[in-house]
């Protein structure tokens, strides 16, 4: 070890290496973007086609279908999911990690190009989007005016916000809520058309005729070349009304005011938005998959910070920056928290300013080798980084202040010499080191797994295992180094000199933590433990037996896991889902939205209420002052009869879930599955709900036409069809120019359900009424066709009571009662599947974990049988933690199960300290090869100090994560596994590891 030398011995060297670490890792912490959580790679990309007037099965049928197979040629393809309503196909399209989604939109574009080519004219160009299909805004924002009605502030919203936030990069799409759409609709008298002989056909291309821009080609003049332009553009509403308009026969001359009604902002209101009851208009703005959602924020607040209209106010009624940077704060606090309780524990626990200053420069030192590898590696700041560096904190100053309680344990005397330094810090070298690896490599294998279900802990164990070799390189370095140049410039090694000191112990500042520590130090470690521990040491039958009751034990937990989904943010956000019956209208909607929002005021816990009223459901984003949460809300709120208020996450999953998807040809006979498949799953008591993400078939009329009577007539059907929709639809006849391009529609009046059957029909100077060539009949249709990878299908959300192991078993057992009809599937959602996944991937990866320890221990102390003594820590600190688990009624997840698998790798630390010194005790005996009880107690009475500190100063950077949200609920059971496996192992290692040694001296060693 001849590095310890050089770096002891060469000061300034070592001030130098130390300075351009912590300089550089400052430069790189400053740097450093933030983010909630890491690119997991859930790349996605929506492709939303528009085709007004037509039912769900007939844009299935002319879109979606065509579309989905053009797509499904492309490479990386996850998942394909598609929706087909009313105008409207939208398909959902997820990709590998590894997918260049860039490039894969101009794949897309390429693909369904020439299927556009076969599209009806009157449907509308694909839209394609860079977004997750999980269609959560990242920013609302609302526009209110006591000046402009809801349809000139919608006009604002559409003209003005939406060009210029659509133009920040990351955001894929902007919807607007609240107001009427602004079109131009000119709404014709049927009966004095026909009266006089004006067609809708001839209306609408008089409409066309008198609206167009178009190029006559060039006029050559002697000296000059002249660009024909003929130009016939409506500018004004009034001339619009006062278009000349022949009828077809007679030469009777009329203006389109004469025959049909003009309005303005006439579209059809497709929603509405209000915020505390009242109505506004709202921008709904989504982020592109790949984007970080504290930069867009940002953007779109300093835009429209910009945007500045008289007698307008925009205000921001969600934003999701503010949970993220909530998030990120909590954690910050817990960081900094964690290592102002590290510093203090070691400096009450050493006593010694000079050794408190060698062990407390492993932090800075790691935190800014931390900050040097994520800059390096291109990652963010975000819950896991900071998490990680939380977890770090309390391990980081393990191995240095071993290193120093050894170099000042063997000093005769206040002054330490260079050779003495150097020899204590070079005994402790392979137990540092072994110790250091049995660390390292129990994350090392979820460096090289690639699946999304452990994609976040990827960042969480590349930050742990830098911070773990940094605090290496500072306890073999910098600490014999730090000792050596405080000594030189002569630092007190005692603090009774320092004022600030001198002043904490008069006054008595930290008299609790004080004395706690000081019980810890002179009874736990010392007095009851040896006590214990000769007991034991005569009664290992005794010992065994308790060991034993021990692990049985554990049955009583273990019967009581339940896996539950993580969560990030804090819930000062709420948010709900009303659905309302099938066929509902906006206006029903609205209503029912107004009950519920009601009955939120007058909750005091919720200060604020953003909804969202659409057709058949409505949203609700709640901002609540933290003392409530969705269960209780769900509580306290009625809701109508035949309608259903749902509580869901963020992105509008619901929570806990289980998504089960059944696939089929026809969509009567996957409901009609889904039905029982759900009524059987309710005999079974083990669910909490089940919700449809279908709803019954809404009301529809049918016109059948009879081809014999049509033919008599005349008519074809296709032009009656046309007529029809013309009447009652009105197609996107031509575009009216003001500061943008606005649709010019062209309808009949209003029919009602009583009148359809009335409508005439002109054709070739002939009156046909609709009763004579059609039979209209009510029927049910579907609101909605679904496809999941191109095959139709339903799903439906199962909230379960039980574990989610036990939960499959239920599900499985009852697919199997079901009849299932040939060409028809039952699956599990990709929520689902990803979770079972991650479980096994982490069961498998801790027993990776336990085996990799053992191959570092055997290496490390060349020996096949010393680390057998060594690994039953692991189980018994599992134990402790499941029962800590158990008793503060901590939820199972991914990351409590990874707290169990870095416990394999620390609780080691303890007995490998032990083991190792029992060894070296050995190897300087002359005559005797055996320890005898004297010499446990003798070694643990020395190494049990510290053990004691290494443990408790993990455990306080641990604990600001458990008393602290954070941001995530992810965390705390994380950190109790932790903090109750080192506790409880701490202990038994030093009252087991003797006794096991003992046994295996022995045998192996006499």
Same mark, same amino acid.
């Given at each position: 070890m001849n590095s310890i030398q050089y770096f002891v011995t060469h000061k300034i060297t070592t001030l130098m290496l130390f300075l351009s670490v912590m300089a550089t890792g400052l430069f790189a912490f400053i740097s450093l973007p933030s983010s909630l959580l890491p690119d997991t790679g859930n790349y996605g990309i929506i492709i939303v086609v528009r085709y007004p007037g037509q039912s769900p099965y007939k844009i299935e049928e002319i879109i979606t279908n065509p579309l989905e197979d053009a797509i499904s040629t492309i490479g990386g393809i996850e998942e394909i999911i598609s929706s087909s309503n009313d105008n409207e196909a939208r398909i959902y399209i997820t990709f590998e990690r590894e997918a260049n989604l860039q490039f894969k939109a101009y794949e897309i574009h390429e693909k369904i190009e020439p299927v556009r080519a076969m599209f009806p004219k009157d449907v509308n160009e694909p839209e394609i989007y860079l977004q997750g299909n999980d269609y959560a805004p990242v920013m609302v924002i609302g526009l209110s005016s006591t000046t402009y009605s809801l349809n000139k502030l919608r006009d604002i919203a559409e003209g003005i916000f939406k060009r210029h936030i659509e133009r920040i990069e990351g955001v894929s799409q902007i919807e607007i809520g609240g107001g009427n759409k602004r079109e131009i609709h000119i709404t014709v008298d049927n009966n004095y058309c026909i009266a006089h002989n004006i067609s809708l056909e001839h209306v609408t291309k008089q409409i066309q005729n008198n609206n167009f821009i178009s190029s006559a080609g060039i006029l050559h003049d002697f000296m000059t070349d002249y660009t024909l332009r003929l130009?016939?553009?409506?500018?004004?509403?009034?001339?619009i009304k006062n278009l000349p308009l022949l009828s077809t026969s007679g030469g009777l001359s009329a203006r389109i005011d004469q025959i049909a009604c003009v309005t303005d902002y006439a579209g059809e209101q497709d929603s509405l938005s209000r915020y505390n009851t009242r109505e506004q208009v709202s921008l709904y703005i989504y982020k592109t998959s790949t984007a970080n959602p504290i930069d867009v924020c940002r953007h779109i607040t300093n835009t429209i910070a910009q945007c500045t209209i008289p007698e307008v106010t925009a205000h921001i009624t969600y934003n999701s920056a503010e949970e993220i940077q909530q998030a990120l704060h909590n954690l910050y606090i817990s960081c900094i928290a964690g290592i102002i309780l590290t510093m203090l524990i070691v400096f009450l626990f050493l006593k010694n300013l000079q050794a408190t200053i060698a062990v407390i420069i492993a932090i800075p030192f790691s935190l800014m080798a931390i900050a040097l590898y994520v800059y390096s590696v291109g990652i963010t700041l975000n819950v896991i980084t900071l998490s990680a560096i939380a977890i770090a904190t309390g391990m980081v100053v393990d191995n240095s202040i071993i290193v120093i309680e050894t170099i000042f344990s063997h000093s005769g005397s206040n002054t330490i010499s260079d050779e003495h330094i150097i020899t204590s810090t070079k005994q402790l070298t392979r137990a540092l080191l072994a110790s250091s690896l049995t660390t390292i490599v129990i994350f090392v294998p979820v460096l090289l797994l690639k699946t999304k279900s452990t994609a976040l802990f990827t960042q969480l164990s590349g930050t742990v295992i830098v911070a773990i070799c940094a605090s290496f390189i500072v306890a073999i370095i910098f600490v014999p180094w730090c000792l050596r140049v405080t000594s030189s410039i002569h630092i007190l090694t005692t603090t009774s000199h320092i004022p600030v000191i001198q002043h904490v112990s008069r006054h008595n500042i930290c008299p609790l933590i004080t004395s706690i520590l000081k019980i810890c130090r002179q009874y736990l470690a010392i007095r009851y433990c040896n006590t214990i521990m000769e007991y034991f040491f005569n009664n290992q039958k005794k010992l065994y037996s308790i060991l034993l009751l021990l692990v049985l034990s554990a049955i009583i937990p273990i019967t009581k896991i339940n896996f539950k989904d993580?969560? *990030?943010?804090?819930?000062? /956000?709420? *948010?709900?889902?009303?659905?309302?019956?099938?066929?509902?209208?906006?206006?029903?909607?609205?209503?029912?939205? *107004?009950?519920?929002?009601?009955?939120?005021?007058?909750? /005091?816990?919720?200060?604020?209420?953003?909804?969202?009223?659409?057709?058949?459901?409505?949203? *609700?984003?709640?901002?609540?002052?933290?003392?409530?949460?969705?269960?209780?809300? /769900?509580?306290?709120?009625?809701?109508?009869?035949?309608?259903s208020l749902i509580f869901t996450t963020t992105d509008g999953t619901f929570k806990n879930e289980i998504e089960v998807i059944i696939k089929g040809r026809d969509v009567a006979v996957i409901r009609q599955l889904a039905y029982t498949f759900a009524g059987k799953l309710q005999q079974s008591q083990a669910i909490e709900d089940i919700i449809y993400h279908f709803k019954d078939e809404r009301p529809e009329l049918v016109i059948q036409f009879d081809r014999m009577k049509c033919s008599y007539s005349g008519i074809p059907i296709a032009y009656a069809g046309n007529y029809i929709r013309s009447l009652c639809y009105g197609p996107v006849v031509t575009k009216y120019i003001d500061d943008r391009e606005i649709d010019v529609r062209v309808k009949g009046q209003y029919v009602s359900f009583d009148e359809i059957e009335n409508i005439v029909l002109p054709f070739d100077n002939k009156i046909i009424p609709l009763k004579n060539i059609a039979t209209i009949t009510t029927s049910k249709t579907v609101n909605t066709v679904w496809h999941h990878d191109k095959m139709r299908a339903e799903t439906i959300s199962i909230v379960p009571n039980v574990p989610y192991y036990k939960m499959e078993k239920i599900l499985q057992n009852t697919i199997k009662q079901l009849s299932i009809p040939e060409g028809y599937y039952i699956e599990y959602g990709k929520t689902f599947v990803q979770q079972k996944q991650s479980i096994t991937y982490m069961v498998l990866y801790i027993c990776i974990a336990v085996v990799l320890v053992y191959m570092v221990i055997a290496s490390i102390f060349e020996s096949f049988t010393v680390p057998l003594i060594i690994i039953p820590s692991i189980p018994i600190s599992w134990i402790f933690a499941l029962w800590a688990l158990y008793l503060f009624n901590i939820e199972y997840n991914v990351a409590t199960l990874m707290g169990f698998v870095v416990l394999a790798g620390i609780v080691v630390n303890?007995?490998?300290?032990?083991?190792?010194?029992?060894l070296q005790k050995i190897k300087g005996f002359k005559k005797k090869k055996f320890l005898l009880l004297n010499d446990y107690k003798e070694i643990n009475q020395k190494r049990s100090n510290p053990m004691l500190i290494t443990t408790i100063t993990t455990v306080t950077g641990l604990l600001p994560l458990v008393i602290s949200s954070g941001g995530s609920h992810l965390w705390q059971g994380f950190a109790i596994t932790i903090i109750a496996g080192l506790c409880g192992s701490f202990v038994c290692i030093l009252i087991m590891t003797h006794v096991v040694f003992n046994y295996y001296q022995r045998k192996f060693m006499i």
């Open positions: 130009k016939s553009r409506f500018f004004t509403l009034d001339q993580i969560s *990030f943010t804090n819930e000062c /956000k709420i *948010f709900a889902r009303l659905e309302m019956p099938s066929g509902s209208s906006l206006q029903a909607t609205a209503q029912a939205a *107004f009950y519920i929002e009601k009955q939120l005021h007058a909750i /005091k816990a919720v200060k604020n209420i953003s909804t969202r009223i659409q057709q058949e459901h409505a949203e *609700f984003i709640m901002d609540t002052d933290g003392t409530t949460n969705a269960d209780i809300l /769900k509580s306290q709120i009625k809701t109508q009869p035949d309608t303890n007995a490998i300290l032990l083991i190792d010194s029992y």
